[in-house]
Nanobody
């Protein structure tokens, strides 16, 4: 069982930066692929970024590529999402997710690839 707690959301202006953090419980954090998803009002939850457990390869949605960076600190059981050049369309609740223990590293883009979810943190970007 993995518990995830996100933090770092807030209200910022267009062009600003934020760093989201997701703290995970457990002693095998380094063997979970970690992902960030977001959900805007009235929209489906969508993939934002992932970092796979085997070699820390990272993957991004086209809408955030070049602006967002996912990283992890296994010693702190924490995954981060650095968000630069924020736009109003980035406004959403951001969720951290963990895949299955030692799972298939090719599975990271779908909500169904993840087993554990945090409660979400709100990010609002004003124009």
């Amino acid at each position: 069982q993995v518990q995830l707690v996100e933090s770092g959301g807030g209200l910022v202006q267009t062009g600003a930066s934020l760093r989201l953090s997701c703290a995970a419980s457990g002693r095998t954090f380094n063997r979970y692929t970690m992902g960030w998803f977001r959900q805007a009002p009235g929209k489906e939850r969508e993939f934002v970024a992932a970092i796979v457990w085997s070699d820390d390869s990272t993957y991004y949605a086209d809408s955030v590529k070049g602006r967002f960076t996912i990283s992890r600190d296994n010693a702190k059981n924490t995954v981060y999402l650095r968000m630069n050049s924020l736009k109003p369309e980035d406004t959403a609740v951001y969720y951290c997710a963990a895949g299955s223990l030692g799972g298939n590293v090719k599975l990271y883009r779908s909500r169904n690839d993840y087993v554990y979810w945090g409660q979400g943190t709100q990010v609002t970007v004003s124009s």
